[in-house]
């Protein structure tokens, strides 16, 4: 596993502070750079059934709810956006690969189109 510090803000995670577990969280700290630079991730991923999947994502940022931090993300895969829950990611990988933000790739496009969030 990669393990970063780093210390940049993610416009969509506005009261971050209030969150001091997060920081010190090594796939938070990792999800957030990879928001801000807009680079791939790879990760290893396992779903309710504990089935594993590997996954190469563009994240577009970080929401808690459930009681859980997760990561949006489109993923390549699947193209199309997805939800990844950050304690069930077992392992991950920063890539080279950056992306780009489109009209129909962007979290706020994503919460727009899933109301439970917005």
């Known amino acids: 596993a990669v393990l970063l510090t780093c210390r940049l803000t993610v416009p969509e995670i506005r009261r971050f502070e209030l969150f001091p577990k997060m920081r010190q969280n090594p796939v938070a700290e990792l999800i957030r750079e990879l928001v801000k630079t807009k680079l791939t991730l790879k990760i290893e991923y396992q779903d309710t059934h504990k089935t ?12 808690y709810w459930g009681g859980v931090w997760t990561m949006i993300a489109f993923c390549l895969l699947r193209n199309d956006y997805r939800e990844f829950r950050l304690d069930r990611i077992t392992a991950f990988t920063r890539t080279t690969r950056q992306f780009e933000l489109q009209p129909t ?14």
């Open 52 to 63: 594993p999947t590997s996954r190469k994502v563009e994240p577009l940022g970080l929401v």
């Open 105 to 118: 790739k962007n979290l706020q496009h994503y919460l727009s189109q899933n109301k439970t969030l917005a």
